[in-house]
């Protein structure tokens, strides 16, 4: 299925980490006719204004990536939010989508919505087969039911809409804020701190031992726009690179980018969430699609584009 550069495509979060490394994929491939609004312009919590958007733009294709995301902490510490504000969101967006039978949609899970103790690599069909992390239950329940509402559509109005579960990503435009942050920001911004000052330790959360894959968000987008070219099945499809480091290996690579040469030390009173989620990406391999940046080069050049950001404030 071939997606016409001239389609009306509505990025939905196009100024987050995804939603802006999407509308970056899409502009380089010719689309010209894209849509998206901010939080402040749209909050699509609001059912009403989120239908009238959607009656006014009528998209050939909607991209869901707009979510309220965050790290381990604020997933923990604001499962209410992360519940509510998740699916409302999505609800609407879809109904909305739906409203003006939309031809194709892609919704965005992650791979939280697997269980805690899944095999690994996970595959797709692990879904609801058995206890999820308690540090995001509430957020991988609202994905849990953005899957669903997804196969509830193509079941019942025979739209092909289909989902796609990225493993944890990073990037320009990701959240460097200590508290909220995901891991690899978070150590970003926490070792060339540490570097800035001289810092003789440098701690990370947990024990350093979980393990995590790391797919560099313009690999992300690539994917989505190749998923939405070759991609039309209800069950979710999993995003990832297929290998995983541990948090103290992503630590010292992080510390080799940065100069840092002090000690890595760790809080095990912070939680380390699931052992481990690597995902098997066997479904996409088959279907052409193969990530393009390896993590090294991916954290150099972020870290690049942080310190681009930071200007004359380091
Ligand atoms: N980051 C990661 O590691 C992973 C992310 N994902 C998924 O990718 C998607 C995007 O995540 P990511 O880009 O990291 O998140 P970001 O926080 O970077 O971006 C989220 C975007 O959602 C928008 N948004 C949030 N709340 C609302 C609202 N009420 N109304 C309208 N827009 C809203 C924000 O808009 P604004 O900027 O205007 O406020 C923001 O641009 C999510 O579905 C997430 O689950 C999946 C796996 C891993
Ligand atoms: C993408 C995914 O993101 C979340 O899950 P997570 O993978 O556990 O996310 P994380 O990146 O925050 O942590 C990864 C690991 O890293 C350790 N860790 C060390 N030091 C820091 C640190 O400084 N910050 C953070 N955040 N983690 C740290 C941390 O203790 C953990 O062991 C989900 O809630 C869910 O929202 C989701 O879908």
Redesign the pocket.
């Known amino acids: 299925m071939t997606i016409d550069p001239r389609s009306v495509v509505y990025v939905a979060g196009h100024r987050g980490l995804v939603g802006s490394a999407v509308r970056r994929r899409l502009e380089a491939a010719g689309f010209s006719r894209l849509i998206g609004a901010t939080s402040a312009e749209l909050d699509l919590r609001d059912r009403d204004a989120t239908f009238a958007f959607l009656a006014e733009h009528r998209p050939d294709v909607v991209i869901d990536a707009a979510a309220r ?5 604020a ?1 923990r510490d604001h499962p209410t939010e992360f519940l509510s504000d998740n699916l409302r969101i999505q609800v609407n967006l879809m109904d909305a989508a739906l409203a003006v039978r939309t031809p194709r949609l892609l919704f965005l899970g ?3 919505i697997y269980p805690k103790y899944a095999d690994q690599p996970i595959r797709e069909s692990s879904l609801l087969t058995g206890e999820l992390e308690p ?2 239950d509430a ?1 991988a329940i609202a994905k849990i039911a953005g899957i669903m509402q997804v196969q509830a559509v193509r079941r019942q109005y025979g739209l092909p809409w289909i989902s796609a579960m990225p493993t ?2 990073y990037g320009p435009n990701d959240n460097f804020d ?1 508290a909220s ?4 920001p ?2 970003i911004r ?1 070792f060339h701190e540490a570097a800035s000052t001289d810092a003789a330790e440098v701690v ?3 024990t350093g031992t ?1 393990r ?1 894959e790391f797919l560099h968000v313009d690999d992300l987008a690539d994917a989505c726009l190749h998923l939405l070219e070759h991609y039309d099945e209800p069950e979710p499809i999993n995003v990832g690179v297929g290998t995983d480091v541990t ?1 103290r290996e992503l630590a010292e690579l992080v510390a080799r980018t940065i100069g840092y040469t002090g000690t890595i030390s760790t809080d095990p009173s ?5 052992p481990r ?1 690597l995902l098997d990406v066997s479904r996409l391999s088959a279907l052409g699609w193969k990530p393009g940046i390896d993590l090294a080069d991916g954290v150099a050049s972020t870290y690049a584009w942080y310190r681009g950001q930071l200007g004359g404030a380091e």
Do not use: E, F
Not at 181 to 184: A, D, E, K, W
């Open positions: 995301v965050g790290g381990i902490l997933n992650s791979s939280c540090t995001n957020y944890n990503l200590p942050s995901h891991v690899l978070a150590l926490r990370l959360w947990g979980p995590r948090i912070k939680p380390d969430g699931t989620k």
